[in-house]
């Protein structure tokens, strides 16, 4: 009875499960696979971003692949149990190992990998660290993971075409990174934010705090039926589920524009700021100090 119900659920969700790597098709002919809500660690594996792939009528493009190659190569089955189309295209929406280390999973497939215009520059400055990260804190099951570079690259807008459908990818200014890509799918107004959107799990600054709240503000202009997080539940209520976010970041330029004012130290700023979000996000504690500590150094010299 329990395993009838468990497999009513299974349907009744749209979720497929394979390998124990679920996937939910949100729209028509758009897959997501939910990370969950941790840091990354050798039990996950670095399964911790939301990734997927979408399915045209000549081939499918993937749209990250995960924090390793082992969630890579789950990925890519995933792909071949939904479809025997090619895959000719690799999106990464950004530089962050959670959503390029499952690249390499995918070469055989000979996609064309594209990304930002600003993402091979990143990668470059940033990939030999990440290895050695990811070597040391999620172990030998991750070997084979590798930097792979785009070769196509965004500058401002960009279409793909699936066959019979076509995928708008564009280029944003520093927000999350400096190298965010979105991609919106116009047959069912899909538009996958990746990490320019976190829900429930705390938003990380790694770009420009204030470049990112400018972005934000263009966003519900965006007339969307699904929207596709980086991290947290897909399908939020659009736009009121940027609020929080927004909320957050808000915040976070306000005191620490105040702490600055009042000749706070950067440790002062650190201890002090924030702490009203504190139980409003996950993984509070793992992001939220770095987030001051990275708004401190972009606002210290404003005018
Ligand atoms: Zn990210």
Not at 231 to 236: A, E, L, V
Request: hydrophobic content about 40%; glycine content about 8%; aromatic content about 8%.
């Amino acid at each position: 009875m329990r395993i009838l119900l468990c497999l009513f659920l299974a349907f009744a969700t749209g979720r497929a499960l394979a390998s124990g790597f679920a996937l939910n098709e949100i729209a028509p002919g758009i897959y997501v696979h939910r990370g969950v809500q941790e840091d990354s660690s050798p039990q996950n594996l670095g399964d911790i971003a939301n990734i997927g792939f979408i399915i045209g009528d000549k081939c499918v493009a993937v749209i990250d692949t995960g924090g390793s190659i082992v969630i890579g190569r789950k990925l890519r089955q995933a792909v071949v149990n939904a479809t025997r189309l090619p895959i000719c295209y690799v999106i990464n929406t950004h530089v962050h190992p959670d959503h390029i280390f499952g690249n390499a999973a995918f070469k055989d497939d000979h996609p064309v990998f594209v990304g930002h215009d600003k993402l091979p520059a990143a990668m470059a400055a940033r990939g030999g660290n990440y290895l050695n990260a990811l070597k040391r804190d999620l172990g030998a099951a991750t070997q084979g993971s590798e930097i792979i570079i785009p070769t196509l690259t965004v500058k401002d807008v960009l279409e793909l075409d699936l066959g019979g459908r076509r995928l708008t990818l564009k280029a944003w200014r520093t927000a999350h990174t400096d190298n965010d890509l979105t991609v919106f799918d116009e047959k069912t107004q899909t538009l996958w934010l990746s990490d320019l959107l976190f829900t429930e799990h705390i938003p990380v600054v790694d770009g420009s705090l204030k470049g990112w709240l400018s972005v934000l503000k263009e966003f519900p202009g965006i007339k969307a039926h699904h929207i596709i997080p980086g991290h947290g539940q897909p399908d939020p209520p659009w736009p009121q589920g940027l609020q929080a976010e927004s909320d957050y970041l808000n915040v976070l330029l306000s005191e620490v524009r105040e702490a600055i004012k009042h000749r706070q130290t950067l440790q002062q700023a650190v201890d002090t700021v924030g702490l009203s979000q504190r139980n409003r996000w996950l993984l509070f504690d793992s992001f939220h100090r770095r987030n001051v500590t990275a708004a401190y150094a972009e606002l210290e010299w404003e005018d």
